[in-house]
């Protein structure tokens, strides 16, 4: 199985700036992906972070608001950039090895004042 | 679009009942996963069901995995007030991607 670790584990930010999100996983992974969970909601899909290369974003969810890195295979960055209040929820980062189980990180709680 | 959804959406039961949430989803899958999730934290892995398989269990969890029907469920037996919490089905539809789509979730309460 796979550790994953985020860090902030929570943050209060105030609208128009910008907050990177770190993921680390304590394996070498296949796979690493940023969920998003609004409050009270399921987890829906940002992108799959791709190793040294651009992030594969899903429909709604665009570069310019969340750039991702991935420099190596256990570690991946978000930044949620130029946030509003909608931007208020859960960040989570998940990661599989070989499209087994997918393992996923506690989360970072965002709230957007 | 979610993939899966889950029923019911919330559930109420006795703590020693057996508690049954369903998924269903659209789409062929290669695997399908259940997850727990207490009040807004962390996802924890449950089961991993592949789609040649059609029932694991793990505990007091059990899943089966109906592919002609598209629906699996997960069955909690003799509930725990500890088993409180959300739970949620995420499907993989296979193709190289590895990634995985979450239905709506179930919340479910487990009262002493």
């Known amino acids: 199985s796979a550790v994953i670790s985020q860090k902030p584990s929570r943050d209060i930010c105030q609208r128009g700036t910008s907050l990177t999100i770190q993921c680390q996983v304590d394996?070498?992974?296949?796979?690493m992906f940023w969920y998003r969970q609004q409050p009270g909601q399921s987890l829906t899909l940002i992108a799959t972070a791709n190793q040294g290369s651009e992030a594969t974003y899903e429909s709604g969810f665009v570069i310019d608001k969340f750039p991702i890195s991935r420099p190596n295979l256990t570690f991946s960055t978000l930044t949620v950039s130029n946030m509003s209040p909608e931007d208020s929820s859960i960040y989570l980062c998940?990661?599989?090895?070989?499209?087994?189980?997918?393992?996923f990180g506690p989360g970072t709680r965002l709230l957007v004042l | 679009s979610q993939q899966g959804e889950e029923d019911p959406q919330a559930l109420s039961i006795q703590e020693g009942e057996n508690a049954t949430m369903n998924c269903s989803y659209k789409?062929?899958?290669?695997?399908l996963q259940w997850y727990r999730q207490n009040s807004g934290r962390g996802l924890v892995h449950l089961i991993l069901?592949?789609?040649?398989?059609r029932e694991k269990h793990s505990g007091r969890l059990r899943v089966t995995l109906d592919t002609s029907k598209k629906s699996s469920s997960l069955l909690i037996t003799a509930s725990r007030a500890a088993d409180t919490a959300s739970y949620f089905c995420a499907t993989d539809a296979g193709g190289g991607y590895q990634k995985v789509t979450f239905g709506i979730g179930t919340k479910l309460q487990v009262i002493p």
């Open positions: 069901i592949r789609s040649n398989e």
């Open positions: 394996s070498q992974v296949t796979m």
């Open positions: 789409t062929s899958i290669n695997n």
């Open positions: 998940s990661a599989t090895h070989r499209g087994e189980t997918q393992y």
